[in-house]
Structure formats: structure tokens, C-alpha cells
């Protein structure tokens, strides 16, 4: 018979350490998800490595335990476990039930006492016990048949204690683990041991006198005065110090051990949490395709291709859609166009459509009404041959967007799908995926868009019923649909790129790279692959003897965020990181923007995502040109090469002043931050002020950065952990400085408990201009799920009206400029800002207008401000 092993997990112990070990990541939610991903990737290696025929998670059931009975203050040191680690407690649980794992709990004791007594229990069953924790306090459990993992730095690096590796390590025996906490106490867990007792002194102590007791009736033989004193004086302590650091073998544990055999995963389970919490690079683990849905059985469909394009084709209302294959619309070819109406389902072929008069005439025909999907790819598409579209006023996908933006829309099939309309199949099933994605014969591909036509003909109605109900009609109407033919025109305008000033500043940053290369081998004392995480690991943590956070499978972990902790142990850190961020520089935006450079115009035409977020930000791909790095001199540099397309024109940019917290203000209706505004004071002085109780010119720069921490991080419903972590102070003062914050504007704290409770009552939150959010999570029995549904609840009106107010100034500007019969062009939006490029003799004009427009865009309690500049590049327009 095969040898039966069993496999404990601490689960509170190992979800910490994941939490701790891996930076803050979120999935498309914005539902933390480090913890989790960490704990994941720690079960996939015990299960690869141990191979368990039995295994078992413990959890702490609560607060308090038996222990606090005597001891109030036992773990009184720890702090309150933040929310961003709470809110993935459950979602571990769920994790542990998609693999088959069980886990269990038990009221007042705590996740040691379980696996205390499970492990005796297996090993008088003939069991091999394997016990994984991030806590020291197990390795009392080390016998013959019990090793005892103990992670270090990190999640996956674990040191394995035998009675053996005891030994080697202290010179003491497991069951002497415990007589050595009674000694030198336990800070994490508030033991307090004896004073002025450590680890070397409690060994020493030990290894002569064997067990405490043996020591404490012995305190006559003990060398040195001082500690003779302070085993006398605390004595008591110390003894209750054992007992506290002793783990209860013989807890009332309700758990049949051949009830937990490991039987392997649920498949299904798991691929969908997976999905669910976005871990992609996991579902590729399992051989999974994150993407694969089930396909409906399709309905035949009648259909014509014409011989010959016709106005009788034609009618007032169309169903019209435009077919790519690839998603880059700038570049990818027209592979098809549908039209539904009541005369019947066309399918038009490219090369015939954009050859035709007629076809021509009718898209640009604004009196022939045309429902499509995703408006400003059709109009960009078409462009690149010379016709402009016009009557597209109604897009599906900009509909379904605004009536639940936290949807996935994934194609014209999924949207379908919702509303129960089946007879149309997936592009990804239709088409394929990667190297299989085929454009079929013209009979398949013309049923396939008359689906496409048929499925909008039946969706148009719902939607518009939806968006009327929804008092959103507005919104789509007035702000969105008009949104997509100016960006439609920014996108195929673009922006001009001087090649040769890239090409130079990437010759430069060479320079720069191999300078930095050299001053950190000579630093580390020798050549190295600076770019090999490996031999980098070798030269900091073994050569220079820096202390290593965590480990991965290949050697020590040298993460942007592991280095930044090092940053003041040696000065190579700072090179280090200097170096990677001027490569990425190099790779990501001088080379990235060389390749995207279009050889016709010298422009960069990049796409903006207007049906993406959550909160109605717009987002800027191919290229990005919103996430350009400028904290680094360098990357604002890269800002020179953009300039504008014609001789004696200049770069004109006008950003919003602090706009969300202008936002803030006008809906929480908070008196002092309205009055500030209104005062035209530096609003992060005026907190600081505030919450410091100084007068102005006692306001220092670091309390100026704290008070903008807080500002902004109130708008992004920040915790007391997450402003900690951004200011680096404890999470005991970043909370008292949030609660100083909310004493200081009682009405942002009014505001956000009336969101909230508004939040409960109707299940999602609205913007000044009625974008919706859906949060269903707001009344979860989870709290840790609710919670940061209440957070979302919070800013996302904030966020998204200040996304709204944008939208609006870029349609008031398009309106402005032609109204005044100016050259002047909008180029790029980033964030809250808006690039243009003017002729010289229009830029006195600008000065005055752009601010005028922007800042009357929407009228809130508190005034717009606009700041603006310009020059003969992006760079100087600053």
C-alpha cells in the first residue's frame, strides 16, 4: 500500500505573506487580487511538489481565542488587517472549493491548533505530514513523520524544518521551540517573554538548562546578575509566555482525516473563477482558452448579393455594417459591409461597394438613416477611401455600452446574447483564432454579416427603451454619438511625428544605457548581463550581501518593487532602476512610436476606446499616447518630436485644474472645499491648513504632499493601508490623517455615506450626466465584497462626471472652432487635458475662447479653471 501523506496549510499565515509579497493587482472589476493570485500559485506548486493523498486548509475562525481568556492583550500588537487584503478572503475560499480542497475552521481556537492536532492525529495513523506556514511558531510540530514548511521572503521560497534542521539551526530540539518563546517572547503575536531575553540568550539558556522550567528553578546557576534579576522578576511571564506560544494538540477538531483525500479539481469551477478574476496566464496553465463560449445553433438566413449596387438597394432607415478583421481599423482592410431594411438583406462586397457612386452618394447621404455598430470605426474605415460617412445615428455598441459599461463586450454576438437573441454567431468561432483566423468563401462570410444586419434590427428597439428608462437617451444622444465623429476626425487627422528627433533621442538614450551599464558593473565589481534577473540576483544578494525579499523558481526576485525598498542600502539600486526605466523608455515609446509612425502621413493615428471603462474615460491604444512617461526628464522629452503638421503653426494644450476634486466638491456640497474653490487657493495648502491646524506659511512641502495624497486618495476611495503605502507612514497615522480629513469636510463625509445608501437602494451610481455603474456587490453578506463596492460607489461618480465634463468641452470646442471658422485642430485628448494644433495668427484667439469653452462646459457650485500653453512642439506646450 502506498504511503498516505497529508498536507496542512496555515491559510491566514500563507494569504498574508501573498499579500505582502506581490504588489497590488486588480482585475477588470478593480477587485484586488495579489493575495489570491499568490495563494494560487503557492497550491499549484504544493500539489505539483507534495503530491498529497490528503490536504487541508486551516483559517482562523475569529478575533479572539481561548488564549485571550488569560491574556486580553494576546496579538493586541497586529494590526487591523487591510481591506484590500479582506475583500480576496473570500475569493481564496472559493478558490480552495474549485480545487477540491477542504478547509476548515473552528470557534475560538485558531489555524495552529487545527493543524497542531491534525498533524498528531495523522501521525499516530501512519500519516507523512507536511505542514506549510509563514509562521516560525509551527516548527514545534518537526518530528520524524511531520516536516514543517516555512515560507521566507516571498511565497515560494520555503525552508524546510526537520527535527534534524532544528537542530542545525538552534541546537535545539522542536518541542524546545516553545521554551525559547517563553524566553525572548514574540512581538508579532504581543508575547512578551522576558525583557532583555533574545534569541541567543534564550538558546544559550536552553541548550544548558534544557526546558524553562528546568531554568526557572535553577536561576541560582544562572551567570550574570542582570539576567538572574529578570528571570526572577518575570518568571510568571515567561511561563505564561510558553503556554501562549504552546499550539493545542488536542482541540475539539471535527475532521475525519480520510474524509479530506484530495481528489483533484473541478475544472469547471476553476476555469471560471479564473476568468472571473482575470488570471489569464493561469487559464494557459490548465490549457484553457479564456475566450471559448458555446456557440448557438443558427436559423438559415435569406440573403442577396447584387450583380450591381442600385439606389433601390437603399431605404431611409438602414441596418448597416462594416466588416474587419483586424482591430486596428486604421490599417486593417474592409472585408465586407451588410445592409438590412425593409427591402431585404444585401450583402455588399468590398471591391464592388467602394467603387460605386451610388453606394457613395447613399453613405454620405445624412438624410439616409443608418443604425451600426461602433460608429467611429465605420466612419474611420471608410474614410481611408474617401467616403465620409454621415446618418449614422444610432451605434449598438455605444448603446449596450451606456446602458451597462462593466459589461465585456466582446462582439456584435455577445450583446446579443443578453438580450436573447441567438441567430448570430461569435467572430472569434466564425472567423478563428491566431494563426487559424481565415476569411471564409464570400457565401459563408455575406450570411455572416446579415446576421450582424438582422441582429442590430433586432436589438435597436430594446436598447433605445432601455436608454429611455435609464434617462441615459441624453447622454447618448448629446454626448456620446457626437464624441465619436470628433474623435472619428482626431484619429484620422493624427499627430505628426518628427522621425529623425525620435530616432536621435533613442540614439541618445543608447548612450545613456551603456553610461549606466558601466557605472553599475563597477559598482557591483565586475561585468554582468544587467538585463539577466538571475545574474543580477547573484551580484546584489550574494556578492554585495543585500537582503533578499523574496525568491523565484530561478533565484532571488529583483521586481521594481523589491529594489525600491533597497533603494537607500546601496548605490546601485538607483542605477539599476534608473536603467530599466530609461529602457522601457527606449523599447516601449521611442521604438514603439518609430514602428507606428505612418509612412505616408509621418503621423501616429492613435485609437481612442470609447466604450473601455467603467467610469466613461476615454483610452488611447496604438499608440497609447495618454500613458507617455513625464515624471523622467527623459520621457517628457519625447513630447518634442510631436509637433504640428504645417509651417508657422504651434501646439496648443488646455488642461482642467484639479478637476475631480472640483467635482468632489460640487457634489458633496462641502462648504469649506466649495469656499477654497471658489478662492481660487491651492487646495492641497488649504487641507493641509486644515487638518494641521497651521496657518499658511507654517504649511511645510511634506505636509502639502500629504494633504494631496489624501485628496486624491479620498477620491479613489483609498483605505488607511493604501494612503500608508503611498506616503510611507504607518497605517495608524494614515488613518488618523483620513479621519482628520472627514472632520475637516464633514460634507464629503455626508456625501459618501448618502452614495452609498443610495448605492443599496438602487443597485448602481450615476455622473452629473447620468452614466450609470452597476454595483451588485453593494449589498453582498461578504463584507470584504461590499466594502469595496462602497468604495467604487464612492468615487465613481466622481471620476466619471469628471470624464463627462471633458467629453462635453471636446464637443463645445468642435462646435466653437467651426462656428468661428478657425483652422485650429483638436489632436489628442490625455486625461483631463486637450491638445491642438493652431496657425500663430489663431493663438491670441485660443487664449481667450479655449478657456472660455472648457470652463463653461458643465456649471458646477464651484468655478472651472483652465490653464493652457503653447509652443512649437508637444513638449513646450507645458
Known amino acids: 500500500m502506498d504511503k498516505k501523506k497529508l498536507v496542512l496549510i496555515d491559510g491566514n499565515s500563507i494569504a498574508y505573506r501573498a499579500f505582502f509579497a506581490l504588489p497590488l493587482l486588480n482585475n477588470d472589476k478593480g477587485i484586488h487580487t495579489n493575495a489570491v493570485y499568490g495563494f494560487t500559485m503557492m497550491l499549484m506548486r504544493i500539489l505539483e511538489d507534495e503530491k498529497p493523498t490528503h490536504i487541508l486548509v486551516a483559517f482562523d475562525a475569529g478575533k479572539t481565542t481561548f488564549r485571550h481568556k488569560t491574556f486580553g492583550e494576546y496579538k493586541g500588537g497586529r494590526q487591523k488587517t487591510p481591506p484590500e487584503l479582506s475583500e480576496q478572503f473570500p475569493f481564496i475560499r472559493e478558490l480552495l472549493d474549485a480545487y477540491g480542497i477542504s478547509r476548515y475552521e473552528l470557534e475560538n481556537y485558531e489555524a495552529d491548533d487545527i493543524i497542531g492536532t491534525l498533524s498528531l492525529n495523522a501521525e499516530k495513523d501512519g500519516y507523512e505530514v507536511k505542514v506549510i506556514s509563514g509562521d516560525k511558531d509551527l516548527t514545534q510540530l518537526a518530528s520524524p513523520a511531520t516536516t514543517v514548511g516555512i515560507t521566507r521572503k516571498g511565497i515560494t521560497d520555503i525552508e524546510e524544518y526537520t527535527p534534524e534542521h532544528v537542530a542545525e539551526k538552534y541546537g535545539l530540539t522542536p518541542e524546545q521551540i516553545i521554551d525559547m518563546k517563553g524566553l525572548m517572547g514574540d512581538t508579532s503575536d504581543n508575547i512578551p517573554g522576558v525583557p532583555g531575553v533574545g534569541e541567543k540568550t534564550a538558546i544559550k539558556l536552553l541548550k544548558e538548562f534544557a526546558t524553562l522550567e528546568n531554568l526557572l528553578n535553577s536561576i541560582d546557576n544562572v551567570t550574570g546578575n542582570k539576567l538572574k534579576e529578570k528571570l526572577e522578576e518575570f518568571k510568571d511571564q515567561a511561563l505564561m509566555s510558553k503556554e501562549f506560544a504552546t499550539i493545542e494538540r488536542q482541540a475539539p477538531v471535527e475532521v475525519d482525516i ?63 455594417y462594416v466588416e474587419m478583421l483586424d482591430d486596428n481599423y486604421h490599417y486593417a482592410d474592409i472585408i465586407g459591409f451588410s445592409v438590412v431594411n425593409e427591402k431585404g438583406h444585401f450583402y455588399l462586397p468590398t471591391e464592388q461597394a467602394l467603387q460605386s457612386d451610388v453606394f457613395k452618394k447613399w453613405a454620405e447621404d445624412e438624410g439616409k438613416k443608418k443604425t451600426v455598430y461602433d460608429a467611429k470605426r465605420s466612419e474611420v474605415s471608410l474614410r481611408r477611401y474617401g467616403i465620409h460617412l454621415k446618418g449614422a445615428n444610432f451605434d449598438i455598441l455605444m448603446a449596450s455600452y451606456i446602458i451597462n459599461p462593466s459589461e465585456n463586450i466582446e462582439d456584435l454576438a455577445a450583446i446579443s446574447k443578453r438580450y436573447d437573441i441567438h441567430n448570430i454567431q461569435s467572430d472569434e468561432s466564425f472567423y478563428g483564432k491566431g494563426a487559424k483566423r481565415r476569411v471564409p468563401e464570400a457565401t459563408k462570410l455575406a450570411e455572416h454579416l446579415i446576421r450582424k444586419g438582422l441582429a442590430m434590427s433586432d436589438l435597436k428597439g430594446k436598447l433605445e427603451d432601455e436608454l429611455r428608462n435609464n434617462e441615459q437617451y441624453e447622454l447618448f444622444t448629446d454626448l456620446e454619438m457626437p464624441l465619436s465623429l470628433i474623435l472619428a476626425d482626431m484619429e484620422s487627422c493624427g499627430i505628426k511625428v518628427e522621425r529623425d528627433r525620435l530616432q536621435m533621442m533613442g540614439k541618445e538614450l543608447n548612450e545613456r544605457l551603456i553610461e549606466i551599464e558601466e557605472k553599475v558593473c563597477e559598482l557591483a565589481g565586475e561585468k554582468f548581463n544587467i538585463n539577466s534577473p538571475k545574474q543580477l540576483g547573484v551580484i546584489l544578494f550574494e556578492k554585495l550581501g543585500l537582503h533578499s525579499f523574496k525568491k523565484t523558481k530561478t533565484g532571488h526576485s529583483t521586481s521594481a518593487d523589491v529594489l525600491e525598498k533597497l533603494a537607500d542600502d546601496h548605490e546601485i539600486i538607483e542605477h539599476i532602476l534608473l536603467y530599466r526605466q530609461l529602457g522601457k523608455l527606449q523599447s516601449t515609446y521611442i521604438e514603439g512610436l518609430l514602428k507606428v509612425i505612418n509612412p505616408k502621413t509621418d503621423k501616429v493615428h492613435t485609437r481612442y476606446q470609447q466604450t473601455l471603462t467603467a467610469t466613461g474615460r476615454l483610452s488611447s491604444i496604438d499608440p497609447n499616447l495618454q500613458n507617455i512617461p513625464i515624471r523622467l526628464e527623459e520621457g517628457r522629452k519625447i513630447r518634442q518630436a510631436f509637433v504640428p503638421s504645417e509651417k508657422g503653426w504651434v501646439i496648443f494644450a488646455a488642461d482642467y485644474s484639479q478637476i475631480e476634486l472640483r467635482v468632489l466638491a460640487d457634489i458633496a456640497g462641502d462648504e469649506k472645499l466649495i469656499q477654497a474653490f471658489k478662492e481660487d487657493m491651492d487646495i492641497h495648502t488649504k487641507t493641509a491648513m486644515e487638518v494641521f491646524h497651521v496657518e499658511m506659511d507654517e504649511v511645510t512641502s511634506n505636509m502639502r504632499r500629504q494633504a494631496k495624497a489624501v485628496n486624491f486618495g479620498i477620491v479613489y476611495g483609498i483605505s488607511d493601508y493604501g494612503l500608508s503605502q503611498s506616503l510611507g507612514i504607518s497605517r495608524k497615522e494614515a488613518g488618523q490623517f483620513i479621519e482628520r480629513y472627514l472632520d475637516t469636510y464633514p460634507g464629503v463625509k455626508e456625501y459618501m455615506d448618502d452614495i452609498i445608501h443610495s448605492a443599496r437602494q438602487k443597485g448602481f451610481v450615476t455622473t452629473l ?55 485650429t485642430r483638436l489632436l489628442l485628448q490625455v486625461h483631463d487635458e486637450l491638445i491642438f494644433e493652431a496657425p500663430e495668427d489663431e493663438v491670441e484667439i485660443l487664449k481667450s475662447l479655449v478657456p472660455l469653452v472648457m470652463e463653461n462646459a458643465l456649471e458646477l457650485k464651484v468655478p472651472l479653471k483652465v490653464d493652457y500653453a503653447y509652443g512649437p512642439t508637444w513638449f513646450d506646450a507645458k
Open 258 to 320: 480520510e474524509a479530506i483525500a484530495y481528489e483533484g479539481f473541478t475544472r469547471e469551477k476553476l476555469v471560471g473563477l479564473f476568468k472571473e478574476l482575470g488570471f489569464h496566464s493561469l487559464l494557459d496553465k490548465l490549457g484553457e482558452d479564456p475566450t471559448v463560449t458555446d456557440e448557438p445553433v443558427l436559423e438559415d438566413v435569406d440573403f442577396i448579393i447584387p450583380s450591381e449596387i442600385t439606389k433601390e438597394i437603399f431605404a431611409d432607415n438602414n441596418y448597416f
Open 769 to 823: 450626466m447620468q452614466r450609470r455603474r452597476y454595483l451588485p456587490e453593494i449589498t453582498a453578506r461578504n463584507f470584504n465584497i461590499r466594502s469595496f463596492a462602497e468604495r467604487t460607489a464612492m468615487n465613481t461618480p466622481i471620476q466619471g462626471s469628471a470624464a463627462d465634463i471633458i467629453k462635453k468641452a471636446m464637443i463645445d470646442m468642435d462646435e466653437a472652432l467651426k462656428d468661428k471658422r478657425l483652422k
